[in-house]
């Protein structure tokens, strides 16, 4: 749905553009893990494998849990249901707003509704979110630039049955305009301090033709960081919005710069993840021709960082006519376009029934199937490792209450990691 190598030990470098244009590296290289992480594994992934969960969905892009041992799928084309722990998907939607949602030209478009996340308080409030795309005329422009589009981050709750929402109950928090029909972006999670963050793409079209991602008056090409309980700031770029602004956020006494704005410096986003264990931050960001990266923020890092696009493709200099803002963060790993053309973000691995998974990020790519692992080695450093070729459309990565991972298959399955038979 959004056709759109091991490197370095260090997690990050700085990158300083001088007066003349010619970068430099920082003299100190971050390497250290954050404080307190799990203990992270040794070597490749143990013999595990994927198996068919639920099958019979449409166009699944997103999954999600609510604290319980259901599964909540995302269908593009604007429906939520409800998969129950031995993979029976039920057959009333959860939520059904296809009639609001713009699904765009078919299979393969980047937008819809692509995003879901469960309130902290769900179980006593009942609010969710969801993350869609709307037009605001009937025929919306397929392609091109126009004035039409939007992003819409809404709320809405459930009802006195569980396994139904009502979609009468929409309160719209946040809204910002695309002015093409892909990059997207799309993902939503609640983080570890109990705040929203929004995965924004840069909106399009090839090469950020606007420069919106490092823009800081835009909230394209960045991740997002809002409270939706209120007590904040008030908000700055979108003055309608029903949300607060963290007074923590990075950029809050930064003049020109979105207060909303976590981290920056992205072309599409396409899934992000907190590691339960260590509140550590996972991203996988779409490359342009050659090149896609997964990038890292530790647990309580407090600055904004610039992941580089489109000043950088991944490492590569990209667009030498990009003045990227301050510091630019290169990526924890990177990939070539030979093995895959679209990443697809995951979870490190916090389950129970694979003990031996623990500490691994689990990650994809929508157009080769492939599915990798990223992990740190006794010396702390990032190593990486082929799982498994698939003949899947990876679309997302989600996991259930108990840390246990799932593949989501764009063409209709929900696959489980489990412990390959002896």
Known sequence: MKPHVNRTPTWIILILFTALGLFAFAASLLTSAHPGAASAPVGGPPDISIVPFADGLNLPVDIAHAGDSRLFVVEQTGVIRIVQADGTVLPTPFLDITARVEYGFGEGNEQGLLGLAFDPNYASNGYFYVNYTYCTIADCP?????PFLYTRISRFSVTANE???NPNSEVVILTIQQPYG???????????????????????????????????????????????????LAPECDP?????????????????TCNEIWQFGLRNPWRFSFDRATGDFYLGDVGQWTTEEVDYVPAGYSLGLNFGWSAFEG??????????????????????????????????????????????????????????????????QWQHALFMETQRVVSS?????????????????ILKLVAAPS
């Open 163 to 165: 396994n139904i929402a």
């Open 397 to 413: 990565f989600g996991e259930d209450e108990a840390g246990e991972l799932y593949l989501v298959d764009y063409k209709g399955d």
């Open 315 to 380: 490492t590569n200099p990209y667009l030498t006519d990009v003045d990227p803002l301050g510091y630019v963060t290169m990526p924890i790993h990177q990939y070539p376009h030979v093995d895959g053309c679209s990443v697809t973000g995951g979870f490190v691995y916090r389950g129970a029934a694979l003990p031996e998974l623990q500490g691994y990020y689990f990650f994809g790519d929508y157009c080769s199937g492939r599915v990798w692992t990223l992990y740190r080695n006794s010396t702390n």
């Open 182 to 232: 892909e990059h997207n972006g799309g993902d939503l999670s609640f983080g570890p301090d109990d705040y929203l963050y929004i995965g924004m793409g840069d909106g399009g079209s090839a090469n950020d033709p606007e420069n919106r991602s490092q823009n800081g008056m835009e909230l394209l090409g960045k991740i997002l960081r809002i409270d939706v309980d209120g007590g904040g």
């Open 142 to 146: 397929d392609y091109g630039d126009t």
């Open 240 to 256: 309608a919005g029903l949300y607060t602004i963290p007074s923590d956020n990075p950029f809050v006494s930064t003049a020109n």
